[in-house]
């Protein structure tokens, strides 16, 4: 598929995933949400890929759902066609590690599609906010959910009740964001991040993220079992001797996805 609207670079292990509409602030609409998602299941299906980054602008990561494509559109519209549900349970799908890279503004759905991501590392400028109810209605793609999971009641609600913005030290205090770099160190550090992932085992890696997403899912007392017995599953594979040979020879591990 040819896109239009995001960029996508493989190079060396790693997808980078770029999102395009620079005139609308990377606005999220139909097209870019279509192309995303088919990106990130190329991406899932590329055996050469090992860690995905998502990235926007410097100005913005995306300034939220495209508000000139909704404005006109009908309740039965929205709920027919599901606005960008397909499109984020695909993204949600996908097993690899995902890293958003966040400079600017993420706002709305775009707070909420960094949120999808598995961990943001952020730029001393980001501004992340849920303003949905300044324009009458509210989240709808995780803003009440993963963001309440990541910073509390209190300002998940302060967020989505007064509109306000976060910015990058406050998200970092709140546990919204793991990093914050300057401005120019940004894609530094995210590559260099996703570049330790990708040297690891994928088998760990994505083992690993099915763990801690299932820690939103279930009671504790279900989460420690799955989380003991994935643990125990992975004495199954070659990456398991390898690396803890490696380590006893004092020597870099050479893992083989076996
Ligand atoms: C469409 C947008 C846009 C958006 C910005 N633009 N955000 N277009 N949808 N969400 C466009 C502007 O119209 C403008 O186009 C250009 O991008 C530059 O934006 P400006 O407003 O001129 O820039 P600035 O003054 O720097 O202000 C930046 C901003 C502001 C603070 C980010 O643009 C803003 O408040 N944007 C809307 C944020 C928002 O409400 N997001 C939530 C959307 S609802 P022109 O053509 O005039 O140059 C949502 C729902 C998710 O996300 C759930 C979906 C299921």
Not at 131 to 155: D, S, Y
Not at 207 to 214: D, G, T, Y
């Amino acid at each position: 598929m040819a896109y239009e609207t995001i960029i996508v670079e493989v190079e060396d292990h790693i997808a980078k995933v770029t999102l395009n509409r620079p005139d609308a602030l990377n606005a999220l609409n139909d097209q870019l949400m279509s192309e995303l998602a088919d990106a990130m299941a190329a991406a899932q299906a590329d055996s050469k890929v090992r860690c995905i980054v998502l990235a926007g602008s410097e100005k913005a990561f995306a300034a939220g759902a495209d508000i000139a494509m909704m404005k006109d559109k009908t309740y039965i519209e929205v709920f027919t066609e599901d606005l960008f549900g397909p499109e984020t349970d695909a993204i949600s799908r996908v097993r690899k590690p995902i890293i958003a890279a966040v400079s600017g503004y993420a706002l709305g759905g775009g707070c909420e599609l960094a949120m999808m991501c598995d961990f943001i590392i952020a730029s001393e400028t980001a501004k992340f906010g849920q303003p949905e109810v300044n324009l009458g209605v509210m989240a709808g793609i995780g803003g009440t959910q993963r963001l309440t999971h990541a910073v509390g009641k209190a300002k998940a609600m302060d967020m989505n009740l007064t509109g306000r913005f976060m910015d990058a030290a406050e998200a970092e205090r709140s546990g919204l964001v793991s990093r914050v770099v300057s401005p120019k160190k940004l894609m530094e550090e995210v590559m260099a991040a996703a570049h330790k992932i990708a040297e690891k085992s994928m088998i760990s890696t994505m083992a690993i993220k099915e763990a801690v997403n299932k820690s939103f899912e279930v009671p504790l007392r279900d989460g420690l079992l799955f989380e003991r017995r994935v643990f125990h599953s992975l004495f199954a594979t070659e990456d398991q001797k390898e690396g803890m040979e490696a380590f006893l020879e004092k020597r870099t591990a050479q893992f083989r996805d076996k």
